[in-house]
């Protein structure tokens, strides 16, 4: 190695030694919160909603939804956002309708966000005629407390976790995302991901049960339904159903194993890869 390379070699090796030395002391003083490195300012701020409402309409980017009863007769919003990123919230026609106010320019997407946008809505009824969100990246809960005649959520990258009854459609489509449902009584139910598991636990679907989804396992625990359809292209499909159905299965290199009963609602399951194994309880 000649002269001139181990110079080079020397100083790198000192440049990369003072990083460290500066990112760690910068840490310390920080208390190793890696969440004030972020460039991204955050506050939190409360909405209310005036008046009766029995319909909700939601459209956020990359808030997390979070659903809680309140004693108020007023719906309040409380939001963790960004500075530039804030909502708006108001009740047109009986629809509480919460949108997002985006006021960033072109150069406040350079830049490090390390915090989670986080809305929690309290709701000051138990139940409601309509839920319709939009998400492109935000996790959403829907608890047990409350009830509604259709539910419709839509999003990019979400996991969804929905406890409340639906006594119509619930219906949700997302492109990468867990699902996961439970003690939900509904009328019909679609489901859909690209990439995520769908987890369906002590629900009761008194129509149609449609699932489908690319590379993530369907799971089924005590659930059941009039008819179930459900494709996947790699995934498992197990679980326990409770009452028998007329199965027809299909799966090009997987194991397939479901009782063999002929009375009942249909079952129809599809997969390339993945394995089908189903029993009625």
Same mark, same amino acid.
């Given at each position: 190695?000649?002269?001139?390379?181990?110079?080079?070699?020397?100083?790198?090796?000192?440049?990369?030694?003072?990083?460290?030395?500066?990112?760690?002391?910068?840490?310390?003083?920080?208390?190793?919160?890696?969440?004030?490195?972020?460039?991204?300012?955050?506050?939190?701020?409360?909405?209310?909603?005036?008046?009766?409402?029995?319909?909700?309409?939601?459209?956020?980017?990359?808030?997390?939804?979070?659903?809680?009863?309140?004693?108020?007769?007023?719906?309040?919003?409380?939001?963790?956002?960004?500075?530039?990123?804030?909502?708006?919230?108001?009740?047109?026609?009986?629809?509480?309708?919460?949108?997002?106010?985006?006021?960033?320019?072109?150069?406040?997407?350079?830049?490090?966000?390390?915090?989670?946008?986080?809305?929690?809505?309290?709701?000051?009824?138990?139940?409601?005629?309509?839920?319709?969100?939009?998400? $492109? #990246?935000?996790? /959403?809960? %829907? *608890? @047990?407390?409350?009830?509604?005649?259709?539910? =419709?959520?839509?999003? +990019? &990258?979400? !996991?969804?976790?929905?406890?409340?009854?639906?006594?119509?459609?619930?219906?949700?489509?997302?492109?990468?995302?867990?699902?996961?449902?439970?003690?939900?009584?509904?009328?019909?139910?679609?489901?859909?991901?690209?990439?995520?598991?769908?987890?369906?636990?002590?629900?009761?679907?008194?129509?149609?049960?449609?699932?489908?989804?690319?590379?993530?396992?369907?799971?089924?625990?005590?659930?059941?339904?009039?008819?179930?359809?459900?494709?996947?292209?790699?995934?498992?499909?197990?679980?326990?159903?409770?009452?028998?159905?007329?199965?027809?299965?299909?799966? $090009? #290199?997987?194991? /397939?194993? %479901? *009782? @063999?009963?002929?009375?009942?609602?249909?079952? =129809?399951?599809?997969? +390339? &890869?993945? !394995?089908?194994?189903?029993?009625?309880?």
């Amino acid at each position: 190695m000649n002269k001139v390379t181990k110079i080079w070699l020397f100083a790198a090796s000192f440049i990369a030694v003072l990083g460290i030395v500066i990112f760690a002391g910068a840490m310390a003083v920080y208390n190793w919160d890696f969440s004030k490195l972020g460039t991204v300012k955050y506050e939190t701020n409360t909405y209310t909603a005036n008046g009766a409402f029995d319909k909700i309409s939601i459209s956020v980017d990359t808030t997390e939804i979070e659903f809680l009863p309140t004693d108020s007769k007023d719906c309040s919003i409380v939001c963790v956002e960004d500075e530039k990123v804030k909502h708006s919230a108001e009740v047109q026609n009986r629809t509480l309708v919460i949108d997002t106010v985006d006021t960033r320019k072109w150069y406040d997407f350079i830049g490090i966000s390390l915090g989670v946008p986080k809305m929690t809505v309290y709701l000051p009824q138990n139940e409601y005629n309509s839920l319709s969100i939009e998400t $492109d #990246t935000g996790d /959403i809960t %829907v *608890p @047990k407390d409350f009830s509604f005649k259709n539910i =419709e959520i839509d999003g +990019d &990258t979400s !996991d969804i976790n929905c406890f409340a009854s639906v006594s119509d459609i619930l219906e949700i489509e997302l492109s990468t995302g867990d699902i996961k449902i439970d003690n939900v009584t509904t009328g019909h139910l679609d489901l859909s991901t690209s990439t995520g598991d769908i987890t369906l636990k002590n629900v009761i679907t008194t129509g149609s049960l449609s699932i489908e989804t690319d590379t993530g396992d369907v799971k089924f625990k005590d659930s059941d339904a009039d008819e179930i359809y459900v494709e996947t292209s790699t995934g498992d499909i197990t679980g326990t159903l409770l009452s028998e159905k007329v199965f027809i299965t299909q799966s $090009d #290199t997987g194991r /397939i194993h %479901v *009782p @063999k009963t002929t009375s009942g609602g249909k079952c =129809e399951i599809e997969t +390339d &890869t993945g !394995d089908i194994k189903i029993t009625v309880k």
